[in-house]
């Protein structure tokens, strides 16, 4: 167990719905990173976050956008949802620069 | 920018045999640099880094790296597997001098271990 949580585990959804997803990091970890893995794409990184604030953006389309909060929790909205935004989401947590800590993921299937 | 490849999407190795999984890597400064393992269904878990000192790096289950900065390589070694190695491994580079700190993924390679 890594410490860090996901929810929900599964999420099945139609296109052009919106969806969140949440992730509570590490115990006093204060970078949030997440991620998305599909089968063609591999694990593309989407955005960092770090005690508040935005610090990095990957290959985050402008339909995707994420906010930590006070209590450093995270969520990533995916809104106006399409097929191709089906995959896994990962978030990681970590304390420095070190190594991530990855949560255990949602699975995301839009019909 | 930085970049990882792994350029084996697939390696099988038959139990008890040693077994290599191959990194390079490009970034502007100094590297940070991991690898993960995945299970089926399962989040990325952490198995080394290196960051500085030795060159050969020793993690978890039995697994080793050696960094190597004149081939911008980071292969990942054990001398004898085990067919719950069974799994997908990923490199990951992070860019010493990145300000903004992002850390990028080689797409994995999936290691079977033939029992």
């Given at each position: 167990d890594s410490g860090v949580t996901q929810t929900p585990k599964h999420l099945i959804t139609a296109?052009?719905?919106r969806v969140t997803l949440r992730c509570s990091p590490r115990?006093?970890?204060?970078?949030?990173y997440w991620y998305q893995q599909s089968l063609d794409q591999g694990l593309q990184f989407l955005i960092h976050y770090y005690n508040g604030e935005e610090r990095a953006k990957g290959n985050i389309l402008e339909r995707f956008s994420a906010q930590q909060f006070p209590d450093l929790h995270s969520e990533l909205n995916l809104s106006s949802l399409e097929l191709g935004d089906s995959a896994l989401y990962f978030c990681a947590s970590s304390a420095d620069r070190g190594q991530q800590y990855f949560g255990p993921g949602?699975?995301?299937t839009v019909t | 920018a930085q970049s990882v490849a792994q350029p084996e999407d697939q390696v099988n190795v038959a139990e008890g045999n040693p077994l290599t999984v191959k990194c390079t890597y490009s970034v502007s400064g100094n590297p940070y640099l991991f690898w993960y393992v995945q299970y089926?269904?399962?989040?990325?878990?952490?198995l080394l880094k290196y960051i500085t000192g030795d060159n050969l790096v020793k993690?978890?289950?039995g697994f080793e790296a050696e960094f190597n900065k004149s081939q911008t390589s980071f292969h990942l070694k054990k001398p004898s597997a085990l067919v719950s190695d069974s799994a997908l491994y990923f490199c990951a580079v992070r860019d010493m001098r990145d300000r903004d700190d992002k850390i990028i993924f080689g797409k994995?390679?999936?290691l079977h271990i033939l029992p």
């Open positions: 296109t052009g719905q115990s006093g970890d204060l970078s949030v949602t699975r995301l | 089926p269904n399962r989040g990325l878990q952490f993690g978890s289950y994995g390679t999936r």
